[in-house]
């Protein structure tokens, strides 16, 4: 299983921005990072992914280390909707030993004050 | 557009009990997976379909789980029988087929509890 390493449990004040590290030292050169989210009594919701460049979409950034071997999720303003437990994941293609599907660790456990 | 749907939300049952949980995935998602959380562990991955075809089902704990998907649409996960250690929350998630970039649609899952 592919390894990435989050920290327990991060803090943030409403409307700060909230920057969630992850480490993947054993990224392979397929591997894309994801990010998925998982909100109280819901399923995971994707965040953001990307494979080496910096990525953009309307809920966060994703921050992309040169050597791929550590990224962050960058969460602009935080709302205390953003309370949740954030997933750093690697997936690999939908073919192989790894079949595209998803590696779940503990993730990072966000609480966001107001 | 439909999300992936999950059907029951919520399922008591007795231990030796059969259930059937059912996973409607987005239409044109050739990928489904099963996953499951049980109480304080991660949230871990039992199978994938591409269409009808069990690609792997390496997660799957012992032959009491039985999956499958008709006609390459809708999937069924059955247990039987029920045992405690299957209390849990069960996901489904669908995705297009790709190199790994494609999104992970999931259900709001079913909780089982076995009692």
């Not at chain 1, 299983?1 to 397929?30: F, R, W, Y």
């Not at chain 1, 910096?54 to 602009?76: C, F, G, P, W, Y």
């Not at chain 1, 590696?103 to 609480?111: A, I, V």
């Amino acid at each position: 299983d592919a390894k990435t390493t989050q920290p327990n449990s991060m803090e943030s004040n409403e409307e700060e921005p909230v920057h969630l590290p992850c480490n993947h030292s054993t990224i392979s050169g397929t591997d894309y990072i994801h990010w998925y989210r998982q909100l109280p009594s819901q399923g995971p919701e994707y965040v953001i992914h990307g494979l080496t460049s910096n990525v953009n979409n309307r809920m966060a950034s994703l921050a992309i280390a040169e050597d791929r071997k550590s990224s962050t999720l960058i969460l602009h303003r935080a709302t205390l909707r953003d309370a949740a437990v954030y997933y750093c994941i690697l997936r690999g293609p939908d073919r192989g030993s790894t079949l595209g599907r998803l590696y779940f660790g503990r993730g990072t456990q966000l609480t966001v004050w107001p | 557009e439909a999300g992936v749907t999950q059907f029951p939300s919520h399922s008591v049952i007795e231990k030796g009990q059969t259930v059937t949980l059912r996973c409607d995935p987005i239409s044109g998602h050739d990928n489904l997976y099963w996953y499951r959380r049980v109480m304080g562990k991660e949230i871990k991955f039992l199978l994938h379909f591409v269409k009808e075809s069990k690609q792997d089902e390496s997660g799957m704990p012992n032959n009491r789980f039985l999956a499958e998907r008709t006609g390459g649409t809708y999937s069924t996960l059955k247990v039987q029988p029920a045992e405690l250690e299957d209390s849990g929350v069960y996901f489904c998630a669908s995705s297009l087929v790709g190199q790994g970039g494609t999104e992970a649609f999931f259900g709001q899952g079913t909780r089982l509890t076995v009692v």
